[in-house]
């Protein structure tokens, strides 16, 4: 079945500081992908939607310059938390669309990033 | 605008028992229903979805749902439960049409009792 990688599980950040969260389909191309931010015992959060190659669309409220989504590629998107601050701590998992027509319902989910900023 | 209602922020129930997980949805046109469970520090794993067809749909794991349009719901079952299914239960909704983003319910948490 379509897997999607999400690398790290875990990071710990110095406030001010920069993070990276990477989110790989495996074995598909995903056209569209998804972020979401989960806080402690809440839904999901819906940040931005990427679709490859173009610039991201992100919910109200998101901050765009603070959060970077790339999706440059139909295997590859990426969130860059941007002078992160302890606020930012959360648990971030991506999802993809998958393109094919036989499966053009689904969605799959990383496994998700737990960030905790100091 | 589409929304998913989960009345039950948690579930409990005896192992081998049966369990209902509610969930009620609005969406304009005919919805796509999706099930997910999480279980700790995890990404989402999908259990089943309802797309057209028959309204009873057989996922992972023993679920089930049942679509009823006429009460807009959708719940979650499973008839004999185990220790093991205690988790984090979401349901989700997105209209037809494109590669449209799902919008989830706040969440029901199963804790099945040995």
């Known amino acids: 079945g379509a897997v999607v990688s999400q690398h790290p599980s875990r990071v710990i950040c110095k406030s001010g500081t920069s993070v990276k969260i990477e989110c790989r389909s495996l074995?598909?191309?995903?056209?569209?992908m998804f972020w979401y931010r989960q806080f402690p015992k809440q839904s999901l959060m819906l940040m931005a939607t990427?679709?490859?190659?173009?610039?991201?669309?992100?919910e109200q409220g998101v901050e765009k310059d603070k959060f970077l989504i790339n999706h440059a590629s139909l295997t590859l998107s990426t969130l860059t938390v941007t002078s992160a601050h302890p606020e930012d701590s959360s648990f971030y998992i991506c999802s993809a669309s998958i393109a094919s027509d036989r499966e053009y319902y689904g969605y799959t989910f990383g496994s998700g990033t737990r960030l905790t900023v100091v | 605008a589409q929304s998913v209602a989960q009345p039950e922020d948690q579930v409990n129930v005896a192992e081998g028992n049966p369990l209902t997980v509610k969930c009620t949805y609005s969406?304009?046109?005919?919805?796509?229903l999706f099930w997910y469970v999480q279980y700790p520090n995890r990404g989402l794993q999908f259990l089943l979805k309802?797309?057209?067809?028959?309204?009873l749909v057989k996922g992972s794991y023993g679920f089930e749902a049942e679509f009823n349009k006429s009460q807009t719901s959708f719940h979650l079952k499973k008839p004999s439960a185990l220790v093991s299914d205690s988790a984090l239960y979401f349901c989700a909704v997105r209209p037809t049409g494109g590669f449209q983003k799902l919008v989830f319910g706040t969440g029901t948490r199963l804790l099945v009792s040995p």
């Open positions: 990427s679709n490859e190659g173009s610039k991201a669309t992100y």
């Open positions: 309802y797309i057209t067809g028959d309204n």
């Open positions: 969406v304009s046109g005919n919805p796509y």
């Open positions: 074995d598909f191309q995903a056209t569209t």
